[in-house]
């Protein structure tokens, strides 16, 4: 999270223009930003509820401050992309800042804003206090360092993620304290980075920082620091009036891997200066900078070498051919010097222009061409490896903390960034999908869920390439700390990509028996499987229908028996299984691990498949001949929510042409909390009318699709959808054969 104080834009207008139009914005962005939504909004020590009142109460309170020309202050916190507070949370941290601030019983407007990017909090609080008066300068005009502070609290009271530049963090005793790195974090010199980023390589400045820093730091004497700097191949030698440390046989500046390390300060630490005992010094072997892409490093290492062998041959070449001419020269001007100065002027004349053509048909039989000496991104892409080239620009967020100086251990463990995309590119790479759509659930204590899209923008979600996916690797590893679940669900336009859920090792092993052949094999828990199989879509207009029944049998007998369509989300590998049945005891999480990968698509399936559409085809056939109209049963209560039910189906019907039964039933809970029923009353008429609509029975429960029905209506999503949709709501009531009198006259 991040917070700011926003400055004055128009210092010269009137103060009650001033706050009427900070308010405005506040509560109705739309109206200068038509992308930007408010899902959440509130008033704090009003006399009135009403935007205008308060408006007005606002201004009215700020205009008897002769002294201040803006008593108002606008706040606003900024919540990372991903990150989703719920109006509980939003309401929570109005209060925890107006107390911070010693501004309780202030009169304070908020609004929680979202546009495409991410989420943010504005909060416009008036610095007059209507008691006494007086308008309160926060913390003696200190109150920037003042909200930093109550943003750590709010970061670790809600569990959000801190910037990587935060200010101040709050411990496990409640303190807050400023931020600071247990060991210093060092980089290399501009020039050196340049070239690191050019080459790939890592420079003799970096490597004498990760591997002497710690030693000279922590050393007592001039002996142990020369004894452990022989042990990983550096050595430190006297030079003029100053210290240089060797990398193979490049010098490095002692002072540049830390200025405490210059000659004169060490001799203050230590005493005069002692020649150490090296032992021979080895060459220097190259070094990658990131362990993002080593196999191609190691690739563009090696073209360099073949590159510089080139230039060498050719140098020689030229030194050769050089030194014939020469003797060539000697011999001829030799022979003719006989013959006079004319014929040596006409020899020399001749042997300049034969020489010189000899020169540039070799210059031209050895030239390099000029796209072989590329920077290591550049020869990436004219590579065609375009994904690795944006992980090696990316790499920095995929390795966290990677210039930070620190002892060399003897077995290094593997990133989890790294971990896990790996675990993705093998994933990918078998998955074969044009995309994949990332979900985040976060998995509650009573057996709720709250999930969000990652790549969901404006209300859509076309998936995410993968590159895309690798480019977000660092901010799913961020959410899955923040406690949520990571879920892959791979797309493709041509192919059917089939999951098999909760399978035992039992049904897998099955499973593969019966000829089946999985692309991708996943453990997701501790003797819980998943795995995906991949067939080409048939290319009818069945091919949905053919996808979910395909995924429906395939379950019902091997996994889950519950699930029922083809394009449905699976846990994805290299990240932690985060239900809270599988906390150990030490607070850890298992991780989903990839078994299996291989590229292939399941002939088996691909029969079933052609099975299952001739099926349709049968079908289509016999409804075409014998056309069954819908019978919706009748209620006894006219009024009740399962009559409504079938009222708004008819309505839905006459005027508009939905396949989707799912979305068919989220309209009509909608309508029905409009309407006035009570969640219970829209949760059981889902529940009882829902599979009556369907033309062929399903295995799903019943229950739980009800209670997600009835809160998604009676949740902020529906909120947003009735404020879209208020014009409707007389037409609502008409289906029902109610009046918004007759309705505001029973609820009296």
Known sequence: MIVKKVKRTSPNRPKAWQIGNLVDYIRFPHDRKPQEKVEHAGGKNFLTSTHVGQKVEMIALARESVHSKMPVQHWI????????????????????????MELEGHQTIYALHHNTDNYHLHIAVNRMNAETGKVIQPHRGFDIEEAHKILARIEHKQGWHSEKNARYVMLENGEIAQRRSLVRDIKPRAGAQDRECATGEKSAQRIAQERGHAIMQNAASWEEMHARLAEVGLRFERKGSGAVIWVGEIAVKASSVDRSFSLKKLIGRWGPFIAGTYPAQKSHTPEPVSAVVTKEWHDYQQHCAEIQQEKEDKKWAEAALRQRQREQRQSALSRLARYGVSVLNIARHCLKVQQKRERLLLRR????????????????????LNRQAAMWRHR???????????????????????????????????????????????????????????????????????????????????????GENIYYTPLSENKH?????????????????????????????????????????????????????????????????????????????????????????????????????????????????????????????????????????????????????????????????????????????????ANGHSHDAVMG??????????????GRNWKRYA??????????????????????????????????????????
């Open 77 to 100: 916190f900024s919540w990372q992309e991903g990150e989703q507070p719920t109006r509980e949370q939003v309401d929570e941290i109005v209060d925890i800042f107006l107390a911070g």
């Open 365 to 384: 039989s050895r030239q390099i061409n000029k796209w072989r000496k590329l920077r290591f991104e550049a020869w990436l892409r004219a590579q065609g």
């Open 396 to 482: 920095s967020a995929l390795e966290e903390n990677r210039h930070t100086p620190a002892p060399i251990p003897t077995a290094a463990p593997e990133p989890k960034g790294l971990a896990a995309l790996e675990a993705f590119q093998r994933y990918a790479d078998a998955v074969d999908a044009d995309c994949y759509r990332v979900t985040c659930i976060r998995m509650e204590q009573d057996g709720g869920k709250k999930a969000f899209v990652l790549d969901k923008k404006g209300g859509i979600t076309r998936g995410f390439t993968p590159e895309e996916v690798a480019r977000h690797l660092p901010e799913m590893l961020r959410l899955q700390q923040r």
């Open 497 to 673: 990509h089939i999951l098999v859920d909760d399978m035992s090792a039992e049904s897998l092993i099955r499973l593969q028996k019966d000829g089946y052949r999985p692309a991708v094999i996943l453990e997701s828990s501790p003797g819980n499987f998943q795995c995906l199989l991949t067939i080409p879509k048939l290319g009818s207009r069945f091919d949905k229908d053919v996808g979910n029944r395909l995924t429906e049998r395939l379950n019902r007998k091997y996994g889950d028996k519950n699930i029922c369509g083809c394009i449905h989300p699976h846990r994805a590998p290299g990240f932690e299984n985060r239900k809270p049945k599988h906390r150990r005891d030490d607070g850890t999480y298992p991780e989903v691990r990839l078994l299996f990968t291989e590229r292939r698509q399941c002939g088996k399936a691909l029969l079933l498949s052609r099975r299952i559409e001739g099926e349709y085809v049968e079908a289509e056939k016999q409804s075409q001949t014998t056309r069954v109209r819908h019978s919706y049963p009748q209620s006894r209560d006219p009024g009740d929510a399962v009559s409504a039910y079938w009222a708004h189906l008819e309505d839905i019907r006459r005027h508009l042409a939905i396949e989707d039964y799912s979305r068919v039933d989220a309209m009509i809970a909608l309508r029905l909390r």
């Open 685 to 698: 008429a889902i529940f009882h009318c829902a599979p009556e609509i369907r033309e062929k029975p399903t």
């Open 707 to 748: 209670e997600r029905t009835a809160g998604y209506a009676f949740g902020m999503a529906g909120d947003i959808a009735l404020q879209k949709n208020e014009r409707y709501r007389a037409a609502w009531l008409k289906v029902e054969g109610k009046t918004r009198e007759r309705e505001a006259m029973r609820h009296r």
